[in-house]
T-cell receptor, first 112, second 108 residues
């Protein structure tokens, strides 16, 4: 069965560069959630989208932005990268009213 | 007090041992997930449960909704099972709440 696809799997960027992470939900899921997990830390909720509109916002820095497109995939744009942005960024998708998040395996971002 | 608590936080075992990781939660949930994360790796979804028990290979997950408790069991543990195991619940308000994880090391 198709899963949540994230790309790229790994990404290395320098400080002050920009990065774009992509998340493709499973078919019929119209809600996407983004999480950031720093080394040795719990996942932190960043932002979510439902039907291409932002539905909830967590601890997402102002340097980051995200959107959901008409095909329901989502992109997390990160600018002015800092060393502290090095983390695993994973997304999950769901269909409201039906339990069951499906998780992507994540993008591991390293800022050097 | 965290809404999702896991125990133990760290666990070491010898290869072949039976392992149990526990997860207790204090909120109403619609589902519970067990996730696996190898060092430097991504998220692997092991189970999603809303009731009863599920089995996949050497892994078994159970949930008791009345007691708000779930367990993840690993039979015949192997060094490749060494990872962080995370319990995450979908609250009734559709929020995902993560436990702090259990770090498992299985030695040969």
């Amino acid at each position: 069965a198709a899963g949540v696809i994230q790309s790229p799997r790994h990404l290395i960027k320098e400080k002050r560069e920009t990065a774009t992470l992509k998340c493709y939900p499973i078919p019929r899921h119209d809600t996407v959630y983004w999480y950031q997990q720093g080394p040795g830390q719990d996942p932190q909720f960043l932002i979510s989208f439902y039907e291409k509109m932002q539905s909830d916002k967590g601890s997402i820095p102002d340097r980051f932005s995200a959107q959901q497109f008409s095909d329901y995939h989502s992109e997390l744009n990160m600018s002015s990268l800092e060393l502290g942005d090095s983390a695993l960024y994973f997304c999950a998708s769901s269909f409201p009213g039906h339990y069951g998040y499906t998780f992507g395996s994540g993008t591991r971002l390293t800022v050097v | 007090k965290n809404e999702v608590e896991q125990s133990p936080q760290n666990l070491t075992a010898q290869e072949g041992e039976f392992i149990t990781i526990n997860c207790s939660y204090s909120v109403g949930i619609s589902a519970l997930h067990w996730l696996q994360q190898h060092p430097g790796g991504g998220i692997v979804s092991l189970f999603m449960l809303s009731s009863g028990k599920k089995k996949h290979g050497r892994l078994i997950a159970t949930i008791n909704i009345q007691e708000k408790h779930s367990s993840l069991h690993i039979t015949a543990s192997h060094p490749r099972d060494s990872a962080v195991y995370i319990c995450a619940v979908e609250s009734n308000t559709d929020k995902l709440i993560f436990g702090t994880g259990t770090r498992l090391q299985v030695f040969p």
